[in-house]
């Protein structure tokens, strides 16, 4: 077969060309079918590129959102461990502002009631010694407020009733579910069990009563508010002393 490129030779006079083979092209049908590759393939690629682009495109928008989401997610928990660092060192700077402890020593006659408090507490008291309560005192912080209009960190009574008296109000209470009832051991004193009475002390007040025996009166230790449910029970229970 001849070059594509090259005419056929000249055939003799009156002599018919002879016919080209099946494959054969000419130079024009070979410039056309090289433009529609080329066509095809520009097309392939163009969508090829537009679809990488549109991709590249959903990628980075989906990155930058995937971005602003985990930055705001990061700075909130910054925020709130911040915050929670924060409440937990002014916490602690409050509890060691408590101390040292104050302590309020009872009259011998009244079983000799041994009170620690925190120092940033104040406290009033009264000892007369006569009257239902001998020994009558209230203790919160910063200032004492009237205990007719507020509720009172920590009160303690000593009064001139019977521990059974003392406790049986309680003890209705605990029959219409207002207040749990349960024995209590004085730490610094042995052998001495009491009465721990937490709930609904009184009306609208939730809170906790602790009574103990003190010969023929009673020790009434009350906290009128769950706020103060530590110091009660780490401070003030943890630190009682007296004669039974």
């Known amino acids: ?12 006079q009156g002599q018919p060309y002879p016919a080209p083979p099946p494959d054969y092209q000419s ?21 090829l590129f537009l679809g990488a682009a549109g991709f590249g495109a959903w990628a980075f928008l989906e990155r ?5 989401e985990t930055d705001a997610i990061v700075a909130r928990e910054v925020e709130a461990a911040v915050a929670q660092n924060t409440e937990e060192l ?32 104040s406290a009033y008291i009264e000892e ?15 200032f004492v407020p009237d205990p007719s209009d507020n509720l009172i960190a920590l009160s ?12 049986q109000p309680f003890e209705s209470l605990a029959r219409r579910g207002q207040v749990t009832i349960s024995p209590i051991e004085a730490e610094n004193v042995d052998g001495v069990l009491g009465t721990r009475i937490e709930g609904e002390i009184e009306r609208d007040v939730q809170g ?17 508010s769950t706020e103060f449910k530590n110091d009660f029970d780490n401070i003030i229970l943890a630190n009682l002393r007296f004669n039974p």
């Open 1 to 12: 077969m001849p070059p594509n490129n090259q005419q056929l030779p000249p055939q003799p």
């Open 27 to 47: 130079a024009s049908q070979q410039a056309g079918s090289h433009r529609k590759l080329c066509l095809i393939l520009s097309i392939v690629f163009g969508l």
């Open 64 to 68: 930058g959102e995937y971005k602003n």
């Open 90 to 121: 002014e916490a602690k700077f409050l509890e060691r502002e408590k101390e040292p402890l104050v302590t309020y020593n009872g009259p011998a006659a009244f079983g000799s009631v041994s009170i620690d408090y925190p120092k940033t507490w």
């Open 128 to 142: 007369s010694g006569r009257g239902s309560t001998p020994i009558e005192g209230y203790f919160h912080p910063n």
């Open 156 to 167: 303690v009574e000593v009064v001139d009733r019977d521990y059974s008296r003392v406790l």
């Open 208 to 224: 906790i009563v602790v009574i103990f025996e003190i010969r023929d009166k009673t020790l009434v230790l009350k906290t009128q």
